[in-house]
């Protein structure tokens, strides 16, 4: 079971209280630090705007994972709150099932985005960059990526070096302007560069 804390209106901490199969146990919070401290939560969901999730992002570090609930219909934050550390952003009034979801993803590792945010958020990065053409190199390790394999898997397929492999990905995030691997696999697909 997840041990949730929640931060916002007493109706959002009503309605995660409502996911009891889902989630172990719900503390509702007014002083966030003193009470995440004492309970060791293994998730944060705090419902805000941008200051508010400005605010997660300065204490992202120290505080478990956290889930923030938008109250914003589209938010262009959260693309940078996912790539700052945040684990994952979705809409307040979401449906019961998709809050369960992204809890138990988040929960478990994965970032977490709304299907209606996540093309905005990856344009919006990807404008930012000024994109260099990737290597075929570069091609083989993006597609191997999309794959799910490892550094050392790649390694291993394409007989050169973890470090090499490391350069390669480090070179696919700066040049698709992706924060993540997962951000870069996306705009791959995007563009064509992996077939599906």
Do not use: Y
């Amino acid at each position: 079971m997840t041990r949730v804390l929640v931060t916002g209106s007493p109706l959002l901490r009503a309605g995660i209280a409502s996911l009891a199969e889902v989630i172990g146990s719900v503390v509702s919070l007014e002083e966030g630090a003193a009470v995440a401290a004492e309970m060791h939560p293994d998730m944060w969901i705090i419902e805000g705007d941008e200051q508010t999730a400005r605010e997660a992002i300065a204490m992202v570090r120290e505080s478990p994972p956290i889930l923030l609930l938008s109250v914003e219909a589209e938010p262009a934050w959260a693309g940078e709150a996912l790539r700052a550390g945040i684990r994952g952003v979705i809409p307040r009034d979401a449906p019961e099932a998709e809050i369960a979801a992204a809890i138990e993803a988040a929960a478990a590792g994965l970032a977490v985005l709304h299907r209606d945010w996540i093309e905005g958020a990856v344009t919006r990065r990807a404008s930012l960059v000024q994109r260099d053409p990737l290597s075929p190199r570069e091609i083989e390790v993006l597609k191997l990526l999309g794959e799910g394999a490892s550094n050392k898997a790649i390694a291993w397929r394409l007989q050169i070096s973890e470090h090499t492999v490391k350069f390669h990905v480090n070179s696919i995030l700066e040049k698709m302007g992706a924060g993540t691997r997962t951000e870069a696999v996306m705009l791959g697909v995007r563009r064509g560069l992996i077939p599906l």
